[in-house]
């Protein structure tokens, strides 16, 4: 599912090239609660947000690849269960962290694409504020999180009694 990531990142690339050459010199810089500029910097710095984007989406494959190789370091409530899982079990339950972590890094990759566009539409005139669906990506964030967390101790609960 990692390709989805990097397709996705290479989007926040591509949409960031596309609309670079249509921005006025200066661009919002930073975006205040009521989803309006409060700085404005050199249009430069768009590519900060494919950047941020891209070094996100390398963190967190780096800490899939060590949680699947060493599942010992991953904390999560009840990890005692989960270390006297066997092996095959433990493994379950990381494979549907790992998942949970793909859907998360897809929903950061979304956000800052969305921010790209979002900028450039301000920068342009085009709106005076962020879309108000910048607040879903919170919104998603959140529940992604509630749910990976429901999930785990669901899953180390079921595959600690299956086992017994």
């Known amino acids: 599912m990692w390709w989805l990531i990097a397709l996705l990142n290479l989007g926040v690339w591509l949409l960031t090239a596309a609309l670079y050459t249509s921005l006025p010199e200066q661009i919002p810089g930073h975006f205040g609660l ?3 500029p409060t700085r404005w910097d050199s249009r430069e710095t768009i590519w900060l947000l494919p950047l941020i984007a891209t ?15 060493y599942p010992g370091l991953i904390n999560l ?5 989960f270390m006297r899982l066997p092996p095959s079990s ?3 339950v990381v494979q549907r962290l790992s998942l949970h972590l793909t859907g998360l890094m897809a929903t ?10 979002g900028t450039a539409q301000v920068a342009s005139g085009i709106s ?6 910048i607040w879903l990506f919170p919104l998603a ?15 180390v609960a079921c595959e600690h009694q299956r086992t017994l």
Do not use: C
Request: hydrophobic content about 55%.
């Open 34 to 36: 009521y989803a309006r």
């Open 55 to 69: 070094l996100m989406a390398l963190g967190l494959y780096g800490l899939n690849r060590t949680i699947l190789k």
């Open 77 to 81: 409530p009840n990890k005692d269960e």
């Open 90 to 92: 433990m493994r379950w």
């Open 108 to 117: 950061l990759q979304l956000l800052l694409g969305f921010l790209v566009w």
């Open 128 to 133: 005076s504020h962020l879309s108000g669906a």
């Open 141 to 155: 964030v959140a529940v992604q999180v509630g749910w990976l967390v429901f999930d785990l101790q669901h899953s």
